[in-house]
């Protein structure tokens, strides 16, 4: 059975991909992911806040179904909430299907596990992209890249589904100096959250080039997506989010899987973020 590999990406503007035709942003993994994959050009997500729109792509519903329409902390999981309707999602049903389940990174569904990963290494939000000093420690995203490489060579031999949620580009921008280098003379206003962007895109590649090694390339799904987009304040009523502005509601979407689906193809009709799972469960489903 196919396996999955979910990565996922907070605050990732759609036209923040050298593949949508950003000329001077700098994404070579995520270029190449597009060039074998189907790219959704005009993709939205359900809410351009992080909580609503996690639970849509968890659940294929729109935030005025599942309940959720605002950012959730110090509770222990919405998925036990009663006040949301979040017991139906597709993490839960492939574990129920017998596949090996991992979350990697930022949750922001609530502060405990949620019961249906095998291998959680999550939390809700509000941890720093470092894990001390900046510049001086490690960097949260190439850690926990590391986590990843590690579940894909430990569960290769079996179908799983592996969730990758990096927190950058979010605020702060505070990636590792070499990512700024890549933008040294460009004259851009927001350099920081574009080189934010590229830490993204080196550790996305660092998966795909591990999918690659394992031999697990041919058969596993890959999605790149995003939460919602960034909007640098230049729209009323928003400080980075939360409108329905082209710059914080169209997000990226790359789905590649060699057998299932056309490389390099772009599709230009709209999609929402609701329509994931049901796309994630109809190639499950093909032979």
């Known amino acids: 059975r196919r396996s999955i590999l979910f990565i996922l990406s907070d605050q ?31 993709a939205y997500c359900a809410q351009a806040l992080c909580t609503p729109a996690r639970a849509t792509l968890m659940t294929g519903l729109y935030p005025h179904t599942h309940r959720l329409q605002a950012n959730v902390y110090k509770i222990p999981s919405a998925f036990d909430d009663p006040r949301y ?23 922001h569904l609530g502060e405990e596990p949620p019961g249906f990963f ?13 894990l001390g000093e900046q510049q ?30 990096y927190y950058p580009p979010h605020t702060p921008y505070v990636p ?25 895109d080196w550790n996305a590649g660092r998966l795909l080039d591990g999918l690659e090694k394992l031999g697990l390339a041919d058969n596993t ?4 997506t995003a939460d919602h987009g960034e909007t ?4 009323p009523f928003s400080s980075n989010k939360t409108v329905c502005y082209e710059e914080s509601a169209r997000i990226p979407l790359l789905l590649r899987h060699p057998a299932l689906l056309s490389r390099g193809a772009v599709w230009r009709s709209g999609v929402n973020t609701v329509d994931v799972i049901t796309v994630v469960h109809f190639l499950q489903k093909r032979d």
């Open 12 to 42: 990732f503007r759609g036209d923040a991909l050298g593949a949508d035709g950003n000329r001077f942003v700098h994404t070579p993994s995520l270029d190449r992911l597009a060039r074998g994959a189907v790219r959704f050009s005009h």
């Open 85 to 107: 309707q979040l017991s139906v999602n597709f993490p839960s049903l492939l574990k129920q299907a017998g596949y090996t389940t991992g979350y990697v990174g930022k949750w």
């Open 118 to 130: 095998d291998y959680w290494k999550g939390y809700n939000s509000l941890l720093p992209h470092w």
């Open 136 to 165: 001086k420690s490690a960097y949260r995203s190439d850690v926990e890249t590391d986590d990843c490489l590690k579940f894909l060579e430990e569960n290769r031999s079996r179908p799983f589904l592996l969730c990758q949620s």
């Open 176 to 200: 590792p100096e070499r990512y700024h280098r890549l933008y040294e003379g460009k004259n851009l206003e927001q350099m920081k959250y574009y080189a934010a962007g590229s830490a993204v």
């Open 221 to 224: 799904l890959v999605v790149f």
């Open 232 to 235: 640098f304040g230049k729209r």
